[in-house]
């Protein structure tokens, strides 16, 4: 049924000549074969709890991420000034940071997976239940215990990071393999194992387009930050006159430059 060509789907107009050809009935009869061979009645109900799912599991988790990052950057202006010269080299002249882009940045992925390692989204991930008897490092979890993974302490756990876990350090990732996709155990913001966020691609994606294109257009302050403390880091980075206050958590402001006077500014960073 796959490969059949279907009128309707190109031309609704047409719609007619699907059930006249027999291929309507085929797909009606094909879709209650299926139906009965779930163990229970798929509703409208289990859709919409699906896609509830999905919303939540998938808006939430990566704004979260994006806000993290921005957090960690503005307060680390030496990390910020790295990666918006990464970003900014590797796009040249082009207006937008896509996909392919994001492939050539290390540092700037780099600081995404040191944000989820100090804050991922889903701390301690989803609760799971034990379906049988089984001993874990040394203790006896019986069938039927809830068990709640902690990735928030697992990704400050000073054994698995020896070099000062607590701190914002994203060349800890630089020519390290350690990545967020479940084959390392100190850095699970997916969780792990079968039931792993099936959508870390996407979510990855969304997180690295947004924030790429954030620093690459935009130079970010705390707000109140002076002048002096800002290069007392080693940013020098020059304050625009034309900031605007936005409705962002904990006072931060938002530079409104567009791109051309970002990048004239961004002069400053040695870009
Ligand atoms: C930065 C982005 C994201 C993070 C950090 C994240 C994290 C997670 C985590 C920790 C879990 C639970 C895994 C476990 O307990 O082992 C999960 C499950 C899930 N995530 Fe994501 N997620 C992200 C993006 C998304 C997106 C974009 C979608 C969908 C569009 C999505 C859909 C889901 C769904 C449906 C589940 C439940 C899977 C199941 O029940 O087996 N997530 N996610």
């Known amino acids: 049924m796959f490969t059949s060509f279907f009128f309707s ?4 107009v ?7 050809t027999g291929l309507t009935g ?8 299926k139906d009965q061979s779930f163990k229970f009645q798929l509703t409208l109900d289990h859709i919409k709890a699906l896609l509830m799912n999905i919303f939540v599991g998938g808006s939430d988790t990566s704004a979260a991420t994006v806000i993290w990052s921005m957090t960690y950057l503005m307060k680390n202006p030496v990390a ?27 540092y700037f992925k780099a600081v995404v997976k040191e944000t989820m390692r100090l804050q991922p989204p889903v701390p301690l991930l989803v609760p799971k239940e034990s379906t049988q008897k089984c001993s874990l490092g040394g203790y006896e979890i019986p069938a039927k215990t809830a068990v709640h993974i902690n990735a928030w302490a697992i990704g400050r756990d000073p054994e698995a990071w020896r070099e000062n876990p607590e701190e ?26 079968r039931r792993i966020c099936p959508a870390i691609h996407m979510g990855l994606a969304n997180v690295e387009l ?23 880091h080693g940013c020098t980075a020059r304050s625009c006159d ?16 567009m791109k051309e006077i970002v990048r004239h500014s961004g002069e400053h960073l040695g870009i």
């Open 9 to 12: 789907d190109h031309f609704p």
């Open 80 to 106: 910020m000034g790295k990666a918006q010269k990464e970003v900014r080299l590797a796009i040249g002249n082009k207006d937008f940071v896509n996909e392919q882009d994001i492939q050539q940045l290390p």
């Open 14 to 20: 047409l719609g007619f000549i699907d059930k006249v």
């Open 168 to 193: 914002f350090k994203p060349e800890r990732f630089i020519g390290s393999s350690i990545d967020v996709k479940g084959a390392d155990f100190e850095l699970i913001p997916f969780g792990d194992g």
């Open 242 to 257: 034309a900031q605007e206050e936005c409705s962002m958590p904990s006072g931060y402001k938002v530079c409104t430059k």
């Open 210 to 232: 947004s924030l790429a294109n954030l620093i690459c257009a935009f130079d970010w302050e705390i707000a109140g930050w002076s002048e002096e403390r800002r290069s007392g």
């Open 26 to 33: 085929r797909l009606d009869k094909n879709f209650k074969e």
